[in-house]
């Protein structure tokens, strides 16, 4: 079929259910597969002369390379520099030249001439009309979202599924709002309507559940979802074992054939409370899920949780004001408080993210997984004392110190902020600003979303693939296995699925967080982005 009745007729098709406003995209270098120039003014004439619609063209142009920088684009260039650096070291005379790429958020060498040979490949692949062979060129996660976005953007008429394979798929909010959930949803309604399952709401957790608060989702009820930060089905830290019998109980009621759980550390425990009531409870021997999503990025194992990165955004905005304030008022230290309970990631990644200006960046961070001292605080002063002696004179610029919320009980924020303001006398004053609830973002990053989208069809896929297994068992005898109730993990540049009970062996349920985590050696550079190392 060609592309324009392709076109036409999804867009027919979501006019006719009550969609009342479309967007196409087009590349600025997109063709056909005769290799022709699909141009903007085309589709235009298309739509404008097929549909009748009343269609605009907007060319964004040099927009698109933005504004100010967001977060990850702020991060990843400082790692991607100390790569560098690091490959110059160790480099000898038989070395080859590398290109310090990134994959999956991870910072990669790639030899140069092998990535110009790959960016070459490309071009005559496409150039042979070879287009798989183009697609399996480009970095996974770009064949995913391509795909991910088909599965998510267009309504099929007849689902693809038989209905002896159809599903019904509950899907559940849990813990604090984080940016992202709302797209996971969408993602995963439209993925069960393409299928042929019942996408299932349940409403407010499992306090929702036991009040019978389920409901069934549509294609277009989901559509403006993508962009909506928070819950829209409403999300608490209750935990099943409230009353597990009860909770089996309306599993049965509504015939659950599978549960994805969206959240954070209370859902990862929650789907641990599930798995091991099997023993007890057949309702739980259905496939279950836990699509980890929490600004904290506490969830064990995985390296990255939904909505971590809108907070991020929101804490660079937020310091990049406090930094204006700081460095108009010169001789000033801000002492920023943000959240993240007692997992230190927020705090750590947004000082890199700030300090990329050796002289109003953040100069010292604080979090749980080192806590706070009196030696540290002592060094501490010293270090600002200094930095603030270099200064030239008249023209010393405000210095900020972000401190995670629980970093200490006892140093808490407002005595740090006073211990500093008497420790700096004539020589810099101090405030202090509590971010709060403001680091739960608003609009959903893009990189929140994407992730959002990609995570949650594979959890689809998972659920799916896990109830064929089952349904392969004798009736009466159907057993879920340990595999079967896992959390969805991005480790290193892999995305793998961990069983719940492996998950445990990682965890730190007193301290609801990860036993490990990757980013803490993030510290030492951000000490060394501000000289730090320099002035001891």
């Known amino acids: 079929m060609p ?45 404008s002369t097929r549909l009748g619609l009343d269609t605009r063209v907007t060319t964004l142009g040099h927009t698109q390379r933005g504004g100010r920088p967001c977060a990850w684009d702020r991060i990843l260039p400082t790692l991607q520099g100390v790569e560098a650096v690091k490959a110059l070291l160790e480099s000898t005379p038989e070395t080859p030249s590398y290109m310090i790429g990134i994959q999956e958020n991870k910072i990669i060498r790639v030899p140069l001439m092998e990535a110009v040979q790959m960016t070459r490949d490309v071009a005559q692949a496409v150039s042979d009309r070879d287009f798989d062979k183009a697609m399996s060129l480009r970095d996974p996660e770009f064949v995913e979202s391509l795909d991910g976005f088909m599965a998510t953007s267009v309504l099929v008429k007849e689902p693809f599924l038989p ?4 599903l019904r798929v509950a899907i559940m909010h849990m813990g604090a709002p984080a940016g992202g959930m709302n797209a996971a949803t969408r993602a995963a309604v439209r993925y069960c309507l393409q299928q042929g399952h019942t996408p299932l709401a349940v409403q407010n957790g499992f306090p929702g559940l036991l009040d019978d608060s389920v409901i069934k989702l549509s294609w277009l009820g989901v559509d403006s979802w993508m962009a909506r930060g928070g819950s829209e089905l409403g999300t608490n830290r209750t935990l099943p074992s409230i009353d597990l019998g009860a909770v089996a109980s309306s599993f049965q009621k509504f015939n659950f054939d599978a549960l994805m759980m969206i959240g954070g550390f209370e859902a990862f425990h929650a789907l641990l409370i599930l798995e091991e009531g099997r023993k007890h409870y057949p309702a739980f021997h ?17 390296e990255f949780s939904l909505g971590s990165d809108t907070s991020l955004n929101a804490l660079v905005d937020a310091c990049d004001a406090i930094k204006q304030s700081a460095s108009a008022s010169r ?8 959240q993240g309970g007692k997992c230190g990631y927020i705090a750590t990644m947004g000082a890199l993210a700030v300090s990329e200006e050796a002289w109003t960046g953040a100069s010292l961070v604080y979090v749980p997984e080192t806590g706070i001292t009196l030696d540290m605080l002592r060094k501490d002063v010293k270090f600002l004392k200094t930095r603030f002696n270099l200064d030239e004179k008249g023209r010393s610029e405000g210095r900020l110190v972000i401190r995670n919320e629980v970093a200490s009980s006892v140093y808490t924020t407002e005595v740090l902020t006073n211990m500093f303001k008497e420790e700096g006398a004539s020589l810099f004053d101090a405030r202090s600003a509590s971010l709060g609830h403001t680091l739960q973002g608003g609009i959903p990053s893009p990189i929140d979303r994407a992730r959002a989208v990609r995570l949650s069809l594979k959890c689809m896929s998972f659920i799916e693939r896990h109830h064929a297994l089952l349904q392969a068992q004798p009736a009466k005898t159907r057993h879920a296995s340990g595999d079967s109730a896992a959390v969805i993990t991005i480790q290193s540049s892999s995305i793998k699925w961990v069983p719940v009970q492996e998950m445990v062996k990682h965890a730190d349920m007193k301290n609801r967080k990860g036993k490990e985590s990757w980013w803490q050696g993030v510290t030492e550079i951000v000490e060394a982005l501000v000289g730090r190392p320099a002035l001891k």
């Open 286 to 302: 259905i496939p279950m899920v836990h699509l980890p999503a929490t600004i904290s990025n506490n969830v064990p194992i995985t």
């Open 163 to 166: 209905q002896e394979k159809r």
């Open 3 to 47: 592309w324009e009745d392709e076109m036409c007729s999804a867009i027919q098709h979501h006019r006719e259910i009550g969609k009342r406003k479309t967007i196409v995209i087009v590349a600025e270098g997109a063709i056909d597969k005769e290799l022709n120039p699909i141009k903007a003014d085309y589709v235009k004439e298309v739509l």
């Open 331 to 338: 001789n000033r230290v801000f002492v920023v408080e943000t």
